[in-house]
């Protein structure tokens, strides 16, 4: 699944904090094309901040966020960087998709209208068009046939799995997944894990902060460990997660395996 060449995500430097309480210290991050980098760590420890630093909704007070060598949020200026107008911003958010962790679907819309509100609007694609493409990515995510329901009858699993069919439907070069299934029963957090292991395998670049350590195990490239919004251990996940050097690494593993 790793990919060659230059990393597809650079993160240099970054720092954010809010108010007196620092969240990210200084992280460098390298993601390369068709890599899955899983993002682990306590509460607390800058994992959903960084996620969202990538894609520009949070804003570093120092550092930058690279994808596909384009400043996001940013353009240079000699030794300076200039924050880009929103339109330009928003241009650059649409080859990122953002799950997160509640569904955040329209709940007046019905399913396939939530897939394919981002390409019309955003991208501009006739709405045959969208619907089409909508119709494709619901059946890839297990959800053929339901493309007239309303967020409200269906599961938690199946709406998270319409959030990541409305993801995919703007072509997206990344993925973002912030704690996808923090929010659904134990019994629907497999067949969510299930469509993003099939991302993976398709060789789609992914970020996901998760808690699912046989997901990390089976599916991640790389594992990067945060405390204290630092990156302290970062490798192989049968390293990271069968020997990790650091104490706090393994303080972690040790409560939640």
Request: proline letters at 5%; hydrophobic letters at 40%.
């Given at each position: 699944m790793t990919g060659g060449g230059n990393p597809l995500v650079r993160v240099r430097g970054l720092r954010k904090s809010f108010g007196g309480t620092t969240v990210l210290d200084g992280i460098d991050l390298d993601v390369?094309?068709?890599e899955v980098t899983v993002l682990l760590g306590p509460s607390g420890s800058g994992k959903?901040?960084?996620l969202r630093c990538v894609n520009h909704l949070e804003k570093p007070d120092a550092g930058f966020v690279e994808i596909a060598g384009d400043l996001v949020g940013y353009r240079r200026d000699g030794a300076r960087l200039r924050e880009?107008?929103?339109?330009?911003v928003t241009r650059q958010r649409a080859q990122v998709g953002m799950v997160f962790q509640q569904f955040n679907l329209f709940p007046h819309?019905?399913?396939l209208e939530n897939?394919?509100?981002a390409p019309v609007a955003v991208r501009g694609s006739s709405r045959p068009q969208a619907a089409a493409r909508a119709r494709e990515l619901l059946?890839?995510?297990?959800?053929?046939?339901?493309?007239g329901a309303y967020p409200r009858?269906?599961?938690?699993?199946q709406q998270q799995r319409v959030a990541i069919a409305r993801a995919l439907a703007m072509d997206p070069r990344l993925l973002l997944f912030d704690e996808p299934t923090s929010a659904l029963d134990p019994e629907l957090v497999g067949e969510v894990l299930g469509v993003m292991q099939d991302l993976a395998l398709s060789g789609m670049t992914m970020i996901v902060v998760t808690h699912e350590i046989g997901f990390a195990r089976k599916v991640a490239d790389t594992v990067v460990f945060l405390d204290g919004g630092r990156i302290v251990e970062s490798g192989a996940p049968a390293d990271v997660l069968t020997a990790p050097r650091h104490e706090?690494?393994?303080a972690f593993l040790s409560a939640v395996l």
């Amino acid at each position: 699944m790793t990919g060659g060449g230059n990393p597809l995500v650079r993160v240099r430097g970054l720092r954010k904090s809010f108010g007196g309480t620092t969240v990210l210290d200084g992280i460098d991050l390298d993601v390369r094309e068709g890599e899955v980098t899983v993002l682990l760590g306590p509460s607390g420890s800058g994992k959903s901040t960084l996620l969202r630093c990538v894609n520009h909704l949070e804003k570093p007070d120092a550092g930058f966020v690279e994808i596909a060598g384009d400043l996001v949020g940013y353009r240079r200026d000699g030794a300076r960087l200039r924050e880009l107008p929103p339109r330009a911003v928003t241009r650059q958010r649409a080859q990122v998709g953002m799950v997160f962790q509640q569904f955040n679907l329209f709940p007046h819309l019905t399913v396939l209208e939530n897939v394919t509100e981002a390409p019309v609007a955003v991208r501009g694609s006739s709405r045959p068009q969208a619907a089409a493409r909508a119709r494709e990515l619901l059946e890839r995510v297990g959800l053929g046939g339901r493309e007239g329901a309303y967020p409200r009858q269906l599961s938690g699993g199946q709406q998270q799995r319409v959030a990541i069919a409305r993801a995919l439907a703007m072509d997206p070069r990344l993925l973002l997944f912030d704690e996808p299934t923090s929010a659904l029963d134990p019994e629907l957090v497999g067949e969510v894990l299930g469509v993003m292991q099939d991302l993976a395998l398709s060789g789609m670049t992914m970020i996901v902060v998760t808690h699912e350590i046989g997901f990390a195990r089976k599916v991640a490239d790389t594992v990067v460990f945060l405390d204290g919004g630092r990156i302290v251990e970062s490798g192989a996940p049968a390293d990271v997660l069968t020997a990790p050097r650091h104490e706090r690494a393994r303080a972690f593993l040790s409560a939640v395996l």
